[in-house]
């Protein structure tokens, strides 16, 4: 009876926790300049959703999922609600999951699997991929979640249908961010290469399909690389934590700080590598390989020099089986060593507080300004006004949809955005409203001037003399006009 009140009050706090959160997703509901003009220009007019194959990157599904919106009415398929709504309902799922399969790996512990959902919605990370659609770790974030449960089962009860639920996902899983790959990989390869003797034939099988999907999406994005996106930059942009340009030790700390949950895990991970390497204790390695997974995922974006907290995310998931069993193992072998990991995951909660408060502050304000600005250029074209966007000393060559460097990114960003928008009004009769500008003076005095915030002063300055004033900013530009419209 008491089992089963804890179980029934946590279902009830992981709702509670998901309306909250649900509440923080839709507050000041709007697009926002940037990626969000994927949307734009594919689901909310009827288009199947993007996937990401060009520019020295491939995760082909990463966004695709979205697509299952267009199979709802028009006038409820494609709105914002209706992509946010789908983020939550996706979350939820893939959270109580989560908590099931926390409580098949501590036997039931409600309280410490509780715990561990808890620190779940702390990490700066999670607010970060459910409060916009342009992040894949939000759908991988299920898929990580559905592929573990399925294995486990398959494990405990050697299911070939769960085995093959379980490398489903994964497969998807791999096809959704690029350095998925190399941890499913290392999951793959520890559990051959030090559990074959207590591997049945099923498992053995599960763990080689592994290595199929992750070699051949190797494979595939090689192919593309060298034969398909010629002149493009490798994943990342061509910087490695080795260059000279690089700051090693500032991305590494950068890293940490950001989730700071990540620090606890690394280490976690060496302390279970000696245990498996040196005293061969090789009795849990379906959750030490997902531990090593995590790491190596992890690792990638620190070879690579992208520290944003989002981005490890899915490292955190696989990571949190471990720390959930070896939390739950050690309180009844050494309850110091279990006492410290949940003090110092909860500590971790604590830091990564104003992150997540900076970030939604952050997303709340472009919610309330970037559809206003682009709401203004679009009434000023309707009214007669030229809009130009200054090139800043690029050469107009450069500009065109879908380049995404400089001053080029943001002319493409503001084409889809402005179109949308005069489409939403009936009155989109040119595919692109701004005219790329190279010098200012061939500007009209009563048109609209997108111009780089950054821009030097003697730009700035010539506008002022006649009479142009910044009336609006977003995305890393001023609007500049000589009078608000009516």
Same mark, same amino acid.
């Given at each position: 009876m008491?089992s089963?009140?804890v179980?029934n009050l946590?279902?009830l706090v992981?709702v509670s926790?998901?309306?909250?959160?649900?509440?923080?997703?839709?507050k000041d509901?709007?697009?926002?300049l940037?990626?969000?003009d994927l949307?734009?220009?594919?689901?909310m007019i009827?288009?199947?959703s993007h996937?990401?194959t060009g520019r020295g990157r491939f995760?082909?599904l990463?966004l695709?999922d979205?697509?299952v919106?267009?199979l709802l009415?028009?006038?409820i398929?494609r709105?914002i609600e209706a992509?946010f709504a789908y983020n939550?309902?996706?979350m939820a799922?893939?959270v109580?999951?989560?908590y099931?399969l926390?409580?098949?790996l501590?036997e039931k512990n409600?309280?410490?699997?509780l715990f561990?959902?808890?620190?779940?919605?702390?990490v700066?990370?999670f607010?970060?991929i459910?409060n916009?659609?342009?992040y894949?770790?939000?759908?991988m974030?299920?898929?990580?979640?559905v592929?573990m449960?399925?294995?486990?089962?398959?494990?405990q009860?050697?299911?070939?249908?769960?085995?093959?639920l379980?490398?489903?996902?994964?497969?998807?899983?791999i096809?959704s961010k690029?350095?998925?790959?190399a941890a499913?990989?290392?999951?793959a390869?520890?559990?051959l290469?030090?559990?074959?003797?207590q591997?049945t034939?099923?498992?053995?099988l599960?763990?080689?399909?592994?290595?199929?999907?992750?070699?051949?999406y190797l494979?595939i994005?090689?192919y593309r690389?060298?034969?398909?996106?010629?002149?493009?930059?490798?994943y990342?942009?061509g910087?490695l934590i080795?260059?000279?340009n690089v700051?090693?030790?500032?991305t590494?700390k950068a890293?940490?700080?950001?989730?700071p949950?990540l620090?606890?895990?690394?280490?976690?991970a060496l302390v279970?590598a000696?245990?498996v390497?040196?005293k061969?204790d090789?009795?849990?390695l $379906?959750?030490d390989?997902? =531990?090593? &997974?995590?790491v190596t !995922?992890?690792l990638?974006? *620190?070879?690579l020099?992208? +520290?944003h /907290?989002?981005?490890?995310f899915?490292a955190l998931?696989?990571?949190?089986?471990?720390?959930?069993?070896?939390?739950n193992?050690?309180w009844?072998?050494n309850?110091f060593?279990? $006492?410290?990991?949940i003090l =110092?995951? &909860?500590?971790?909660? !604590?830091?990564?507080?104003? *992150?997540?408060?900076?970030? +939604?502050? /952050?997303t709340?304000k472009?919610?309330?300004?970037?559809?206003?600005v682009v709401?203004?250029?679009?009434d000023?074209?309707?009214?007669?006004?030229?809009?130009?966007?200054?090139t800043?000393?690029?050469?107009?060559?450069?500009f065109?949809?879908g380049a995404v460097h400089?001053?080029?990114?943001?002319?493409?960003v503001f084409?889809?955005?402005t179109?949308?928008v005069l489409?939403?009004?009936?009155?989109?009769?040119d595919n692109n409203?701004?005219?790329?500008?190279?010098?200012?003076e061939?500007?009209?005095d009563d048109?609209?001037?997108?111009?780089?915030v950054?821009m030097?002063?003697?730009?700035?300055?010539?506008?002022?003399?006649?009479g142009?004033k910044v009336q609006r900013?977003a995305?890393?530009?001023?609007?500049y006009?000589?009078?608000?419209?009516?």
């Open positions: 008491h089963k009140f179980r946590n279902y992981i926790l998901l309306a909250i959160v649900g509440c923080f997703i839709f509901l709007n697009w926002v940037g990626d969000d949307f734009l220009k594919t689901t009827g288009k199947p996937a990401w995760w082909p990463g695709c979205y697509s919106l267009l009415p028009k006038a398929g709105t992509h939550l309902i996706i799922v893939a109580f999951t989560l099931h926390f409580n098949k501590n409600y309280g410490l699997s561990f959902i808890l620190i779940l919605f702390g700066s990370s607010i970060q459910h916009s659609c342009i894949p770790e939000r759908m974030f299920f898929m990580q979640v592929f449960y399925f294995w486990l089962r398959g494990y009860n050697s299911s070939t249908r769960s085995y093959f379980s490398w489903i996902f994964c497969s998807y899983l096809f690029e350095p998925v790959f499913i990989l290392i999951v390869l520890a559990n290469i030090w559990g074959w003797n591997l034939e099923k498992d053995r599960f763990q080689f399909s592994q290595i199929f999907s992750a070699v051949t494979g994005y090689v690389y060298f034969y398909r996106n010629s002149g493009d930059s490798l990342g942009g910087n080795f260059s000279q700051d090693a030790l500032g590494i890293m940490f700080v950001g989730e949950i620090g606890l895990i690394f280490l976690f279970r000696y245990f390497l040196i061969s090789r009795r849990t $379906f959750i390989s997902l =531990l090593f &997974g995590a !995922y992890a990638a974006y *620190i070879v020099a992208m +520290t /907290s989002y981005y490890v899915p998931v696989f990571a949190f089986p471990s720390l959930v069993f070896w939390t193992y050690l009844k072998a309850k060593a279990s $006492f410290l990991i =110092l995951c &909860g500590s971790t909660t !604590y830091f990564s507080f104003n *992150i997540s408060k900076d970030f +939604t502050q /952050s709340y472009s919610r309330n300004n970037d559809m206003k709401d203004f250029i679009t000023s074209y309707i009214n007669g006004k030229y809009v130009y966007l200054f800043n000393g690029e050469s107009l060559s450069r065109r949809i400089g001053n080029v990114w943001a002319f493409d084409t889809h955005f179109n949308y489409k939403s009004k009936n009155y989109l009769r409203i701004l005219r790329p500008l190279e010098k200012l061939y500007a009209f048109g609209i001037i997108l111009c780089p950054e030097d002063q003697k730009y700035k300055d010539y506008l002022e003399s006649r142009f900013r995305f890393g530009i001023d609007v006009a000589q009078q608000l419209s009516e």
